[in-house]
């Protein structure tokens, strides 16, 4: 008889007695020590432990108990708040920000170049300046500010791929990228690149891609702002200015008509302005490039500008035609004596006060640039003294004419661009000087236009009181006056 096969279920009941290992931990917690018990021993363990361990054991966030009650159950004490770190003060004794310190090299000047100017004495190489009234400038840290300035350090590799686009971009957005690459590019700005962002690149290269030449009336009719901070006297010349803003084009041979006379004027075609709305200017310079600074040339840009209403001279030296004939000397052919080669020496202002060229230099700038309603002299404050002297003339003496010339002024920026550092007595002993003298000249255009003229707002530094209150201060101005 064959034998039964027999099959084991694959799905068994679970046993109804636990496994041994069960049981043994079953058995275990039925001998588990009252409550009270685990915490005696938790007190004597504490007790026993080191003063260091107490903070470990307890809670971060352990709520406080009163003495009585923490002396019943032998708790020991809390231990005491770690002690606050002391808030760390900058230069000036204002807060810095949270975390690490910065770098040395990020303080010391003679090894970065993005150093803070907190505390530049006049000597320094760079001062404050303020931007045009008006002008678009993207917010610190936006998408638009972190673009421009990439591409204003990295200008070499953008004005070559993007060549054939920069110019179509919007008018505001051209007028701040030339500002950015004025001020951040390390050579500054040219007259190429300015020709490049504002006019497009060449007719040659605009051809070979069979590319119109654009209209520069109707390209730059939105763009009132040219803020060049920085690139006078170092990439970017007065004369070069001029003649990129102003082009003069003279006719095709092919297309000049045969005159009827040899003495008839060869026809001329009007000058194309490159920006025909041009009212906002910027020519500030840095005090390092002071050497390269032309009046001459001014003069001569000014001529031309004859509706520009702001303008900003930041930095510019004291205004002369020969700066670099100061010392020079010519000697008489008929007397024999030696006479100063330029109308300025050394001395004219320091000892013998003597600002007569300065003087006409400003009053030719005031006639072509009668429009003015905004000017920004800022960091000039060794010439103050020139917008308010009288000049010696053949038969009389002539002053800037505030009433007429400069009549329409309304904001005339006198500041030093230097942050006043008051343990310095030699540098506040110079800012107070140069207060003093825009104090003078404010009062002396008051009293030219008394009424005839419109309102004027100069502005100054604002120093420290404990410096203001001084005897020499008032002594001063009254000198002054």
């Given amino acids: 008889m064959p034998k039964k096969k027999r099959y084991q279920s694959q799905y068994a009941k679970p046993p109804s007695t636990a496994p041994p290992s069960l049981s043994l931990s079953r058995g275990a917690s039925s001998q588990t020590n009252p409550v009270n018990d685990i915490l005696s021993d938790l007190r004597r363990s504490n007790l026993n432990s080191a003063g260091a361990s107490h903070a470990s054991l307890l809670p971060q966030n352990a709520p406080s108990v009163p003495p009585a009650i923490r002396h019943i159950f032998q708790i020991p004490d809390t231990p005491a708040p770690a002690p606050r770190r002391p808030q760390r003060r900058g230069p000036n004794g204002r807060r810095v920000p949270p975390g690490p310190p910065p770098p040395r090299s990020w303080l010391a000047l003679s090894q970065s170049r993005h150093a803070p100017s907190a505390h530049q004495h006049p000597a320094a190489s760079h001062i404050q300046n303020w931007p ?88 730059n009719k939105d763009i009132f702002h040219l803020d060049l901070t920085g690139s006078i006297g170092k990439s970017l010349s007065l004369k070069s200015l001029t003649d990129l803003l102003f082009v003069t084009t003279r006719q095709q041979q092919g297309e000049v008509e045969v005159q009827d006379s040899w003495d008839a004027p060869e026809l001329i075609s009007e000058p194309t302005k490159l920006l025909p709305n041009l009212t906002h200017l910027s020519l500030a310079m840095s005090p390092n490039s002071t050497s390269s600074a032309s009046w001459k040339q001014l003069l001569t840009l000014a001529s031309k500008l004859p509706t520009l209403t702001h303008l900003n001279l930041s930095g510019w030296p004291a205004p002369s035609l020969t700066p670099n004939a100061m010392a020079a000397k ?124 419109r309102f004027i707002t100069v502005e100054m530094d604002k120093l420290p009181d404990l410096v203001e209150s001084p005897v020499g201060v008032n002594a001063g101005l009254a000198h002054n006056a």
Wanted: proline fraction near 4%; include cysteine; charged fraction near 25%.
């Fill in 132 to 219: 045009l009234p008006g002008a678009y400038y993207p917010d610190d840290g936006s998408l638009v500010d972190i673009t421009l300035r990439h591409m204003a350090t990295d200008w070499v590799t953008q004005r070559d791929w993007n060549r054939f686009y920069l110019y179509t971009l919007s008018g505001g957005m051209r007028s701040a990228l030339l500002h950015y690459v004025s001020t951040l590019h390390e050579d500054g700005i040219s007259a190429a690149d300015i020709r490049l962002v504002l006019g497009g690149p060449p007719e040659s290269e605009l051809a070979e891609y069979e590319l119109e030449k654009p209209d520069v009336n109707k390209l």
């Fill in 330 to 453: 010519v000697v008489s052919p008929v007397t024999g004596r030696a006479a100063n080669y330029g109308a300025t020496n050394h001395y004219s202002h320091i000892l013998d006060d003597d600002w007569s060229e300065a003087v006409l230099i400003l009053r030719k700038l005031s006639k072509a640039l009668y429009s003015l309603v905004y000017l920004d002299l800022t960091g000039c404050g060794d010439w103050f003294p020139a917008l308010r002297k009288e000049a010696e003339g053949e038969s009389s003496t002539s002053s800037v004419d505030w009433a007429s010339d400069w009549g329409k002024i309304e904001v005339l920026r006198l500041c030093s661009g230097y942050v006043a550092d008051p343990d310095s007595t030699a540098h506040l002993s110079r800012l107070w000087d140069w207060k003093r003298q825009a104090v003078v000249v404010e009062k002396n255009i008051r009293s030219q236009r008394a009424g005839r003229g």
